[in-house]
């Protein structure tokens, strides 16, 4: 093949491989863009806003948070929590699933808790919080499977027509003969350009996907969300509350009966034991 040949088909084939990379990078973007969009839908609730938040913001502290204020549960100086007459009843509800599981947890101990504790050994609780979260989750990503799907076809393609180019326009140049004259000495650039070009166009399709890889709209719009409201209220109604409920979330010993129902003696180890003290 003659080098101008050559360079008039390597140079429109390179331009289409990285018109084929911004066509990617476009159809990603605008993925981004809508699952964006949907997450913030999905977060108008705030417990789902918080999830990701540090663990003193997050929303099981907002759960606890929100049953303070509702007079369903008090916390003591050191971080236990204890259900009111109001939370003991059962046809009371916070009126939302995790405050709601918090407050069933809490009703399933024969002693007060602290807020550590329950996070970390409840099952219950930390089943219903796993189930709420990821049920919003998956609303964003049934709603943009498509958007996903059409991101990746450009990919695989590109990765397919970029090495074939690639090894055609090697091939070929490694094939030519010596050039001739100034213009075919330009062409033969040319075409040893087009090839470095080709062989840049998978290092910057990898730092793309790379980045798209670790760009999590859920993640990078829950960041730019304020702190839970029933934090907010709680701060500035009960400074001291708010503080007790810290304490609560880093303590997760269990209480003295370690949250189990008490052991009742039988009446004749009883009455053997206060003979035993009667005698002594």
Do not use: K
């Not at 159809?27 to 999905?42: D, G, K, L, M, S």
């Not at 690639?166 to 330009?186: D, H, I, K, Y």
């Amino acid at each position: 093949m003659e080098p101008v040949t050559l360079a008039c088909a390597v140079v429109p084939v390179t331009a289409l491989l990285y018109g084929q990379l911004g066509l990617l990078h476009r159809r990603r973007e605008r993925w981004y863009r809508v699952t964006a969009e949907h997450c913030a839908e999905v977060m108008r609730d705030p417990y789902r806003a918080t999830a990701g938040r540090w663990w003193s913001d997050d929303d099981t502290q907002a759960a606890a948070a929100r049953l303070l204020l509702d007079g369903l549960v008090t916390v003591n100086h050191r971080g236990n929590l204890s259900l009111t007459a109001a939370g003991a009843d059962p046809a009371r509800a916070a009126g939302h699933p995790l405050p709601d599981a918090l407050l069933a947890a809490l009703r399933r101990r024969t002693a007060p808790a602290t807020l550590g504790n329950v996070t970390l050994r409840d099952t219950g609780f930390r089943t219903v919080r796993e189930e709420f979260h990821a049920a919003g989750r998956a609303r964003v990503e049934h709603r943009v499977p498509e958007l996903a799907r059409a991101a990746g076809r450009p990919a695989r393609a590109g990765n397919w027509s970029a090495a074939l180019v690639m090894v055609f326009t090697a091939a070929a140049l490694a094939g030519l003969p010596s050039p001739r004259g100034a213009v075919e000495w330009a062409a033969a650039a040319v075409t040893a350009v087009g090839l470095v070009a080709q062989i840049a166009w998978f290092s910057l399709h990898e730092r793309l996907r790379t980045g798209y890889a670790r760009r999590d709209p859920w993640a990078d719009r829950a960041a730019g969300l304020d702190v839970h409201p029933a934090l907010v209220e709680l701060a500035r109604l009960d400074p001291e509350a708010t503080e007790r409920l810290r304490v609560s979330r880093l303590r997760t010993r269990r209480g003295r009966n370690r949250g189990r129902p008490r052991h009742r003696r039988a009446p004749a180890e009883a009455e053997a034991e206060a003979g035993a003290g009667a005698r002594a």
